[in-house]
């Protein structure tokens, strides 16, 4: 007898392969994005602010947009397909290097902040490629799709920093400037490559049905899913958006800082290229739980010392943390929706991540300037704890649930 469903599933994941690859291609690129703004934001906005506390203000616009951006971005993709939110996107990011080299040669504070801000729109719908590769994917290569778009993140580690180093001086004494005209420019191959993804727009039965959302937010795999989320990428943004203006602050130079950020970056996604497996093979509770775990370690090794190494170590460390906490995270998501509820549910746990990134994100330079380095590390701690209790009791509500399903089952042998 021939297996149809089978057959299917491997229709649907030829198709979900082929996307990958573009998703992936458009991750590096997009990653040059916030490998640019990361790397200059909090220096320039040192530079331009009328203050030293509203340095990292810059960084913070970024995550208000990455916030602001991601309800539109489910309702654009339900409503129109994926691929017009892309292409949304990616125009952002033109106007955001575009605005970004005009701010730095008119030394324009705020506008440089409404540069980031448009960043943040561009990685808000960057967010939506992993689970944009899972569409139509049987549960068994999900997982991996959603690494593999994230592994496309190591050649924006190498892209990102590498971009700026190579041209941050070429319209001296306008450091960085040069920069965000080159990101531009990244941010239309983007566009290019993502026209070419099978996102059609959603069925008309597509558009309606489902559980209502406070119903599927009420599971305790998505509380688990969406608070390990909001744990993880906050936690990770926090230390990564003062590290290179701590950096200078105790001395060290920018290509120290830009060194750290790309190696950060590469930390990121480089475990993407397994990460898929071994959810597959352990769990995505699990691999969460060694996630929020490195990047306690991270913290740890950030207050043992203020040496270019120890920046270095927590940043890539930290890299490794927020990828396992992350993917693991989102593939927990998956579990969570049926396919007509996922646009709505995956923007939904993103505006609760990077929602609650903006709000910690505005309190960072403050936090640096005010109470120092040491200060922001200590500040991973108790969510990390908080993290690893809310995924243990998820873990045994779901046994507990499968236990119950057994004893409710009929004694067939009576």
Same mark, same amino acid.
């Given at each position: 007898?021939?297996?149809?469903?089978?057959?299917?599933?491997?229709?649907?994941?030829?198709?979900?392969?082929?996307?990958?690859?573009?998703?992936?291609?458009?991750?590096?690129?997009?990653?040059? @994005?916030?490998?640019?703004?990361?790397?200059?934001?909090?220096?320039?906005?040192?530079?331009?602010?009328?203050?030293?506390?509203?340095?990292?203000?810059?960084?913070?616009?970024?995550?208000?947009?990455?916030?602001?951006?991601?309800?539109?971005?489910?309702?654009?993709?339900?409503?129109?397909?994926?691929?017009?939110?892309?292409?949304?996107?990616?125009?952002?990011?033109?106007?955001?290097?575009?605005?970004?080299?005009?701010?730095?040669?008119?030394?324009?504070?705020?506008?440089?902040?409404?540069?980031?801000?448009?960043?943040?729109?561009?990685?808000?719908?960057?967010?939506?490629?992993?689970?944009? +590769?899972?569409?139509?994917?049987?549960?068994?290569?999900?997982?991996?799709?959603?690494?593999?778009?994230?592994?496309?993140?190591?050649?924006?580690?190498?892209?990102?920093?590498?971009?700026?180093?190579?041209?941050?001086?070429?319209?001296?004494?306008?450091?960085?400037?040069?920069?965000?005209?080159?990101?531009?420019?990244?941010?239309?191959? +983007?566009?290019?490559?993502?026209?070419?993804?099978?996102?059609?727009?959603?069925?008309?039965?597509?558009?309606?049905?489902?559980?209502?959302?406070?119903?599927?937010?009420?599971?305790?795999?998505?509380?688990?899913?969406?608070?390990?989320?909001?744990?993880?990428?906050?936690?990770?943004?926090?230390?990564?958006?003062?590290?290179?203006?701590?950096?200078?602050?105790?001395?060290?130079?920018?290509?120290?800082?830009?060194?750290?950020?790309?190696?950060?970056?590469?930390?990121?996604?480089?475990?993407?290229?397994?990460?898929?497996?071994?959810?597959?093979?352990?769990?995505?509770?699990?691999?969460?739980?060694?996630?929020?775990?490195?990047?306690?370690?991270?913290?740890?090794?950030?207050?043992?010392?203020?040496?270019?190494?120890?920046?270095?170590?927590?940043?890539?460390?930290?890299?490794?943390?927020? @990828?396992?906490?992350?993917?693991?995270?989102?593939?927990?998501?998956?579990?969570?929706?049926?396919?007509?509820?996922?646009?709505?549910?995956?923007?939904?746990?993103?505006?609760?991540?990077?929602?609650?990134?903006?709000?910690?994100?505005?309190?960072?330079?403050?936090?640096?300037?005010?109470?120092?380095?040491?200060?922001?590390?200590?500040?991973?701690?108790?969510?990390?704890?908080?993290?690893?209790?809310?995924?243990?009791?998820?873990?045994?509500?779901?046994?507990?649930?499968?236990?119950?399903?057994?004893?409710?089952?009929?004694?067939?042998?009576?």
């Amino acid at each position: 007898m021939i297996d149809v469903t089978a057959g299917d599933e491997t229709a649907d994941d030829a198709r979900a392969r082929a996307n990958v690859l573009r998703l992936a291609a458009a991750q590096a690129l997009t990653g040059a @994005n916030s490998a640019v703004i990361f790397a200059t934001g909090s220096i320039v906005g040192a530079t331009l602010a009328p203050d030293i506390s509203l340095a990292t203000v810059p960084l913070s616009m970024y995550v208000l947009g990455m916030a602001a951006g991601t309800l539109p971005t489910g309702a654009i993709s339900r409503a129109f397909g994926r691929r017009v939110a892309f292409i949304a996107g990616t125009g952002c990011g033109v106007l955001t290097g575009s605005l970004g080299a005009w701010a730095i040669l008119h030394s324009s504070f705020w506008l440089f902040c409404a540069a980031t801000f448009l960043g943040g729109l561009y990685g808000a719908v960057a967010q939506s490629y992993r689970f944009a +590769a899972a569409d139509g994917a049987s549960a068994t290569f999900r997982p991996k799709a959603v690494s593999w778009v994230m592994a496309g993140g190591v050649f924006a580690g190498v892209l990102g920093p590498q971009l700026v180093q190579w041209t941050m001086d070429i319209w001296s004494p306008y450091l960085f400037a040069f920069s965000f005209v080159v990101q531009a420019l990244v941010a239309l191959v +983007a566009m290019a490559v993502l026209s070419g993804v099978d996102a059609p727009k959603p069925a008309p039965a597509d558009l309606h049905g489902g559980r209502p959302l406070l119903e599927i937010a009420r599971q305790p795999r998505f509380i688990a899913a969406a608070l390990c989320g909001v744990i993880a990428y906050p936690m990770m943004n926090l230390v990564m958006t003062s590290a290179p203006l701590a950096m200078k602050m105790c001395g060290l130079s920018v290509s120290d800082s830009n060194f750290g950020i790309q190696w950060h970056i590469v930390a990121m996604y480089g475990p993407s290229f397994f990460t898929g497996s071994l959810i597959a093979r352990f769990g995505a509770p699990r691999i969460v739980a060694l996630g929020l775990l490195l990047e306690a370690a991270a913290a740890t090794i950030g207050l043992s010392g203020i040496t270019a190494p120890h920046f270095w170590a927590t940043l890539i460390v930290l890299g490794m943390g927020w @990828n396992f906490a992350f993917v693991g995270a989102s593939a927990l998501v998956l579990e969570t929706h049926r396919p007509q509820e996922r646009n709505k549910v995956q923007a939904f746990n993103d505006f609760l991540i990077f929602g609650m990134m903006a709000i910690g994100s505005f309190s960072s330079g403050q936090l640096l300037a005010h109470y120092g380095w040491n200060a922001v590390n200590l500040v991973v701690f108790p969510p990390v704890l908080l993290g690893l209790a809310v995924l243990s009791f998820a873990s045994f509500a779901k046994r507990r649930a499968k236990l119950r399903d057994v004893d409710q089952l009929p004694d067939i042998g009576a």
